[in-house]
């Protein structure tokens, strides 16, 4: 996505993105005149993604079905914009080409994405064995640079899309900013941690968060690997966070971005006052990582929680083969030369050959085919599961489909509401192997041909 005119909007982390909100017209006399036989699908050369209506579904599994070639392809081509002081460095003017396709029927709207990328990367952060420091660590989630910018490690993160949507057309500035409407990068504040308080500039923070208390963005996180292993994408929201006020006061801390189903539930009682919000149900992904100490008594190291032994060549540990009986075994001690105990006082030892090694190329290699993954995975509920998805990595790139119903179960405005199928501004973004770093194509627009 191309930077904004001002790069204090820009988008964050973790995050992301945009798709737009939607004016009305009424689902009556909804009739698509096709002609016969189905035509070979035609390419829009504009930013209007044209959404037709089927009769007959997709099947949401990662194989394009012949039903998608009654739809106009969109091609795009999300580019890594540079909001600043070095946010994204080694990933700047990183372009990745998009093709979107959209149809919808009377329950769902469907869209199908297709793009290149040379290396399936949906092992995030992995735990290695460090055979020279005797400790266990874990691999960077982006590209690590040295004082020079020379490339010293590649990153280890998950591809991932992404969407946003304006929420009741709430947030005023959406239809023509997209993404840059929520995102704040590098406004200054007011630094309380000095003896005297001074302006300075935010040389880190990416968050999302609205200008506005009554204005939410609808947020679809489309993350390759966890969440698609249970057929989902994440399904989240972006609401003010205490706006401006409170991102000064706290060093540009805020952050807007928030999972479906909690809420605002007060605010905290000493200053900066920031809202407090209710807690959501355990769900999706749980950092694979625990504290123990060396031999029992030594210095604190970080440690995996979880192993399945034996196991190679695996993404993440299903939150399921954590319970008694389960594939996975916890850890409960290690020692000073990196030994962990697991189960019932079983030994893994990574000291011997390399399935628990960096590979002897230290900036692009790989990892031993048993490092054990860093996160704990399980499905997604609740307003989080609103959105059904699943994605084929060819070989050569990504065949990403997903659905979600025109109008959910929301009553808590965390949802977009296509019932009145309306044009609707979006932009589209893409992470490769990187952590916040992102892609983006903002000035994109969603329109349901009736």
Not at 233 to 257: C, E, F, H, K, V
């Amino acid at each position: 996505m191309k930077l904004y005119k001002q790069v204090k909007f820009w988008a964050f982390s973790t995050m992301v993105i945009a798709v737009g909100y939607l004016a009305s017209c009424t689902k009556g006399n909804q009739v698509l005149d096709l002609p016969t036989p189905t035509p070979t699908p035609t390419t829009n050369s504009s930013k209007d993604l044209v959404s037709v209506k089927v009769t007959t579904a997709p099947t949401i599994d990662g194989t394009i079905d012949a039903i998608w070639d009654q739809a106009t392809k969109l091609n795009i081509k999300p580019t890594v914009p540079d909001p600043g002081n070095n946010l994204f460095t080694g990933y700047i003017g990183d372009a990745y080409p998009v093709t979107l396709r959209s149809v919808y029927d009377d329950t769902y709207v469907y869209f199908l994405a297709e793009y290149a990328d040379n290396t399936k990367s949906t092992n995030v952060q992995p735990w290695y064995f460090n055979s020279k420091t005797k400790l266990w660590a874990q691999e960077p989630n982006s590209r690590q640079f040295d004082a020079n910018g020379a490339l010293t490690r590649v990153g280890f993160a998950e591809d991932k899309i992404a969407m946003l949507f304006n929420i009741d057309n709430s947030t005023s500035k959406f239809a023509s900013q997209t993404c840059y409407s929520s995102c704040h990068v590098f406004t200054p504040y007011m630094d309380y941690s000095t003896t005297t308080p001074t302006y300075k500039s935010n040389a880190s923070s990416g968050n999302h968060y609205t200008n506005g208390v009554n204005e939410k963005i609808d947020m679809w996180w489309g993350h390759l690997s966890r969440d698609v292993a249970f057929k989902q994408m994440d399904d989240n929201y972006q609401d003010w966070a205490g706006g401006p006020a409170i991102s000064n006061l706290t060093g540009g801390s805020s952050n807007g971005r928030h999972v479906d189903d909690i809420v605002v539930n007060g605010a905290s009682t000493t200053w900066p006052y920031r809202p407090t919000y209710t807690t959501a149900a355990a769900q999706g992904a749980t950092n694979n990582r625990q504290t123990l100490k060396l031999d029992g008594t030594g210095a604190s190291v970080t440690v995996p929680w979880f192993i399945i032994p034996g196991v190679s060549n695996y993404d993440f540990i299903k939150a399921s083969d954590t319970a008694v009986g389960g594939l996975a075994q916890k850890v409960t001690a290690v020692s000073s030369t990196g030994v962990l105990t697991y189960g019932n006082g079983l030994l893994l030892d990574p000291n011997f050959g390399t399935d628990f090694q960096r590979g002897t190329d230290t900036i692009y290699g790989g990892i031993g085919a048993k490092c054990i993954p860093s996160f704990i995975a399980a499905p997604l509920i609740g307003g989080r599961a609103d959105i059904i998805c699943d994605a084929v990595y060819t070989g050569t790139g990504w065949v990403v489909e997903y659905k979600r119903k025109l109008k959910t179960g929301d009553t808590l405005k965390q949802d977009v509401d296509f019932t009145n199928l309306p044009d609707s501004p979006f932009g589209f973004a893409v992470w490769d192997a990187s952590n916040y770093q992102h892609a983006i194509q903002p000035g994109l627009v969603l329109k349901f041909k009736k």
